[in-house]
């Protein structure tokens, strides 16, 4: 409500009113762009003769351009998006990007920085988001008022995935919950857009980590889903009620991983919960199911309930001729027989593991199946063909296919190779050793063998150039027992002294063979 001569003030005196004046710098009502026959005034362009009829005189359009754009000059991009809204009569719209802007401060500053989404730009800051928001917001709130709920309902979806992209995740999950709650009014489609919304909201809390809260969202999602008649299916003709399930089982399959290190109780309830529920997707899911419970229930030492489990994901694998599948339920299998002691069992399933590794040509579990078997016959003590097993892993592993290991499986390969061969020789040495006896024969005979190699035979040293068997002889006549041309012992030695250094020599033996016998 300002006079003309303050309107023609503020406009010729703001910065942008640069666009009034020409190329002379002069001021007032002479300001316009003149090329050729016509003159451009803001984005308007009329011709010199137009501009000469009184209702397109410069006063007449500097007063509407004054009305029009001065409420726009020293404005935020924020608060001019607004007064667009209310000047088209959106009120919904103004309210509903007004009150989005102000709760995110909000959020923000009680979240503080630790939380997710502190650093995320505001709506007013982005000018972009701004204009995204104006446009279906508005187009939300003119299908309201033709009473379309389901173009309402798209509107929200799309903004709300537009802010999914954009890693925007307060701005997603506000327009998610405001297109369920658009969901619930339409009554056009048996609640399918519900549950599509339910399902948005589930999967965006599960990227964040709310795995309790999305379960119920996907909960609600199948359970509407299963209900309805006939049948809903997506847009890439998926019937709705798998993919549901296929949701509820990746949640369960998830809650369970996280608390089995505080509860493996809590977490065999969640997995068969996903067990219950794959039943609504296919054999391959159900079987995977029952090869999660089946590893639980291997690591908490419950080795009947994982044969159960593993039987039964071998049964669906083998339905649905999967035979990676195959391949490690035999595995899982084989490893909860060999806990359980059944050895026989243990190694039909190696086999099996085996034969399904040819089947797929897989050089690394072919490696692994071969491996695993060898070690088993070699711990059963079936040496020859723990050999021929281990030999034709370390081929495998140097034939230049395909391998996890590299170096480090070549090296191990070797290694096992050398232990079986070595079992296999050493039970050949003891056949030979007890070979031809009876077996008390051969206990005596191992024993003489033993006590052979455990015998010391120690020479005593000749004393002064005699035997130490000989005693010198008395002389009868009295003499020292010496003829004449002969000799008798050395002079400073005496027989005594000879039995003396024989006793010592004797007892220093023994000290050593004890010596011996100790180490």
């Not at 309902?153 to 405001?178: G, K, P």
């Amino acid at each position: 409500f300002r006079s003309r001569r303050a309107s023609q003030h503020l406009v010729t005196s703001h910065p942008a009113s640069a666009r009034f004046r020409d190329d002379g710098g002069g001021g007032g009502g002479g300001g316009a762009r003149q090329s050729g026959s016509s003159i451009a005034i803001g984005r308007m362009r009329i011709t010199l003769t137009e501009l000469k009829k009184p209702q397109n005189s410069f006063d007449n359009i500097q007063r509407e351009l004054a009305h029009i754009d001065m409420t726009r000059f020293g404005k935020s991009v924020f608060e001019s998006t607004c007064l667009d809204m209310l000047e088209g009569g959106y009120h919904r719209a103004f309210k509903e990007l007004f009150n989005s802007n102000e709760q995110q401060k909000e959020d923000r500053e009680k979240g503080g920085k630790d939380s997710g989404y502190y650093y995320d730009p505001l709506v007013s800051d982005s000018e972009e988001k701004l204009q995204q928001m104006n446009t279906f917001l508005t187009s939300a709130e003119d299908a309201m008022r033709q009473g379309n709920t389901e173009q309402v309902y798209d509107a929200q979806l799309q903004l709300a995935q537009y802010f999914e992209e954009t890693e925007d995740t307060w701005l997603s999950d506000r327009l998610y919950q405001a297109a369920l709650a658009t969901a619930t009014t339409v009554n056009t489609d048996r609640r399918q857009r519900e549950g599509t919304a339910h399902a948005n909201i589930g999967l965006s809390l599960e990227g964040r980590g709310q795995y309790e809260e999305a379960a119920k969202h996907f909960g609600k999602f199948h359970k509407l889903a299963a209900a309805a008649d006939p049948p809903w299916y997506t847009m890439s003709g998926e019937n709705m009620v798998k993919s549901a399930a296929t949701h509820m089982c990746r949640i369960y399959t998830t809650m369970a991983e996280e608390v089995f290190d505080e509860d493996s109780e809590k977490s065999i309830k969640y997995l068969k919960n996903s067990l219950e529920k794959s039943k609504h997707v296919d054999a391959r899911a159900e079987g995977l199911a029952h090869y999660r419970l089946g590893n639980v229930y291997q690591a908490i030492q419950k080795h009947s309930n994982a044969l159960e489990h593993h039987k039964a994901y071998l049964e669906k694998s083998r339905h649905s001729q999967d035979q990676q599948g195959i391949g490690a339920a035999c595995e899982a299998l084989a490893l909860a027989c060999e806990s359980m002691e059944r050895w026989d069992d243990a190694m039909q399933y190696h086999e099996l593991l085996a034969e399904a590794a040819r089947r797929t040509s897989d050089a690394g579990l072919m490696s692994q199946a071969t491996s695993q078997l060898g070690m088993l016959k070699n711990m059963l003590g079936r040496f020859d063909e723990a050999v021929q097993l281990s030999d034709k892993c370390y081929m495998i592993q140097t034939s230049g296919a395909p391998s996890d290991g590299g170096t480090t499986a070549v090296a191990s390969a070797r290694a096992r190779y050398g232990m079986s061969n070595g079992h296999e020789q050493a039970l050949d040495f003891t056949g030979r050793l007890l070979s031809g006896v009876s077996m008390l024969t051969g206990l005596e005979t191992l024993q003489d063998v033993i006590r052979w190699k455990d015998c010391r035979i120690v020479d005593a040293p000749a004393v002064a150039g005699s035997s130490s068997d000989e005693v010198p002889q008395e002389n009868p006549e009295g003499g020292d027992g010496s003829s004449e041309g002969q000799e008798g012992p050395s002079s400073g030695e005496s027989p005594d002294e000879v039995k003396d250094e024989e006793k010592s020599l004797e007892l220093s033996d023994q000290q050593s063979t004890a010596a011996d016998d100790e180490t």
